[in-house]
């Protein structure tokens, strides 16, 4: 079983930045591709961001291309998302999430998800 445990969620204005991080646990790090998600009350949970597990690919939703960039760094056994230049549209619930690869990820398959974190952009 894998744990993961968002943090770095907040309110923010519009054109601000935010960075959240995802810290997993159990099972290791390196064997999974990892993503962000995100939800908003009413709608369906929407893919945002996912990273290969050897950190190589990179995939993104259109909505987010130019200002998000996801990383991860295996010895801390974390995932980031870096957000700049965001709009109100972006507030959510977000969450860290784990599958078997990356592009199955982009697709909405997950194995593993974290708790969520708040991020609330004001006008």
């Known amino acids: 079983q894998v744990q993961l445990v968002e943090s770095g969620g907040g309110l923010v204005q519009a054109g601000g930045s935010l960075r959240l991080s995802c810290a997993a646990s159990?099972?290791?790090?390196?064997?999974?591709?990892m993503g962000w998600f995100r939800q908003v009350p009413g709608k369906e949970r929407e893919f945002v961001a996912a990273?290969?597990?050897?950190?190589?690919?990179?995939y993104y939703t259109e909505s987010v291309k130019g200002r998000s960039t996801i990383s991860r760094g295996n010895a801390k056994n974390t995932v980031y998302l870096q957000m700049n230049s965001l709009k109100p549209e972006d507030t959510a619930v977000y969450y860290c999430?784990?599958?078997?690869?990356?592009?199955?990820?982009?697709?909405?398959?997950?194995?593993?998800w974290g708790q969520g974190t708040q991020v609330t952009v004001s006008s």
């Open positions: 999430a784990a599958s078997d690869s990356a592009i199955g990820l982009r697709n909405n398959e997950s194995r593993y």
């Open positions: 159990g099972r290791t790090f390196s064997s999974y591709a």
């Open positions: 990273i290969s597990r050897s950190g190589t690919s990179t």
